[in-house]
């Protein structure tokens, strides 16, 4: 069964419990069946945030990127050891790859789409770097929302948000690129 709501969405009934909104270029949303209209009404609100952008400039410290292998108990020689890092040809320390995807403005789209820091898990990352990032670097670091779903888990709502970031130097060439997939318990505001 699909029927077409005013609002611009196919509310889809496959006959086996599995009930939701499929949205043009998403797939299918799964959501409370006495929540249809209203979860997917809630959910097109924060859709129209997508695409949204953050530009900021950083440069890379040494205590920053020391702060990174301590925590992370990394024993990597080029992050840890100047002059090791010198003797490779590099200019300093070296991020460690999955520092790189932290430098994404996450607050900002925390912000924008009405979520507590409390609700938000971090999911899973991915992470690419075409160029070592080494401390004394200048990045623009542009973070973009690019997709959010909600789906129901263990009879509860789960939101989910796909940011992704890139990091670019003084010069136009792209350093690294990452996506990060943020959980959002209880899914999104229902304000």
Known sequence: MCEIKDFGFAEVDNGDMTRGAV???????????????????????????????????????QGLIQRFVDALDLGDPLS???????????????LPQSA?????DFAHFLTLLELRPKQVLHSREHVQVFVPVCAGDELTITSTLRDLYEQQVGGNPMGFVTIDVTGTAKKGDVR????????????????
Not at 30 to 59: F, I, N, P, Y
Not at 80 to 94: C, T
């Open 23 to 61: 949205l043009p270029g998403s797939g299918i949303i799964r959501v409370d069946d006495s929540r249809t209209s209203e979860g997917v009404q809630r959910l097109m609100k924060h859709k129209a945030h997508l695409g949204a952008t953050t530009h900021k400039t950083v440069v890379i410290e």
């Open 176 to 191: 690294f690129e990452a996506q990060r997939v943020l959980a959002i318990r209880g899914g999104f505001p229902r304000r």
């Open 80 to 94: 840890k050891d100047p002059e090791a890092a010198r003797v490779a040809g590099l200019p300093g320390l070296v």
């Open 100 to 104: 790189a995807a932290s430098l994404g």
